[in-house]
């Protein structure tokens, strides 16, 4: 069976992420949209990076077109998440969250989760620095009501 550790994404610069520098941190893993309505909500994230950073928050955003609100190339929505919600966490190539094509991570991460399909953008899961799913957070879920699970998170003490 497969663990979070296993998994690789690329980032959008084209470096590869590997999933065990993750290990021993807390991680959010969000699928994102730019055009979305709820893409406000990366002021949220980027507001909780930059508190927890320095304690081992890890966030990993994750573009999906699938519900047809992200920009046309991995670049134009990279440096729309910059320039209008001053993101500095690592942002993924685009990737499918659903359906035949979809991410294997997705895959893993709705299979833990015991929840289906990905029903929208900006779908968060929390995961421990055990790399155990903590939670999955609907879309509308604000970024500010995650964070009293990951001061929790953070606490807990690595195994």
């Given at each position: 069976?497969?663990?979070?550790?296993?998994f690789?994404?690329?980032?959008?610069?084209?470096?590869?992420?590997?999933?065990k520098?993750?290990?021993g941190?807390?991680?959010l893993?969000?699928?994102?949209?730019?055009?979305?309505?709820l893409a406000?909500?990366?002021?949220?994230?980027?507001?909780?990076?930059?508190?927890?950073h320095?304690q081992?928050f890890e966030?990993?955003?994750?573009?999906?077109?699938?519900f047809?609100?992200?920009?046309a190339t991995?670049?134009?929505a990279?440096?729309?998440?910059?320039?209008?919600?001053?993101?500095?966490?690592?942002?993924?190539?685009?990737?499918a969250?659903?359906g035949?094509?979809?991410?294997?991570?997705?895959?893993?991460?709705?299979?833990t989760?015991?929840h289906?399909?990905i029903?929208?953008?900006?779908?968060?899961?929390?995961?421990?620095?055990?790399?155990q799913?903590?939670?999955?957070?609907?879309?509308?879920?604000k970024?500010?009501?995650?964070?009293p699970?990951?001061?929790?998170?953070?606490?807990?003490?690595?195994?």
């Open positions: 069976m497969a663990t979070i550790y296993d690789t994404e690329t980032e959008m610069s084209g470096q590869p992420i590997d999933f520098d993750y290990q941190k807390v991680l893993i969000v699928n994102t949209a730019s055009k979305c309505g406000p909500q990366l002021a949220g994230i980027e507001a909780l990076y930059q508190k927890y320095d081992g966030v990993l955003g994750l573009p999906s077109n699938q047809h609100q992200e920009l991995d670049e134009e990279n440096d729309f998440c910059q320039l209008h919600y001053g993101v500095t966490f690592p942002m993924t190539q685009r990737v969250v659903n035949d094509d979809e991410d294997p991570l997705f895959t893993y991460l709705k299979e989760a015991g289906g399909r029903k929208w953008n900006f779908t968060k899961f929390l995961i421990g620095r055990d790399g799913l903590i939670d999955r957070y609907a879309p509308v879920t970024p500010e009501k995650v964070e699970d990951i001061v929790t998170a953070l606490a807990q003490s690595q195994n």
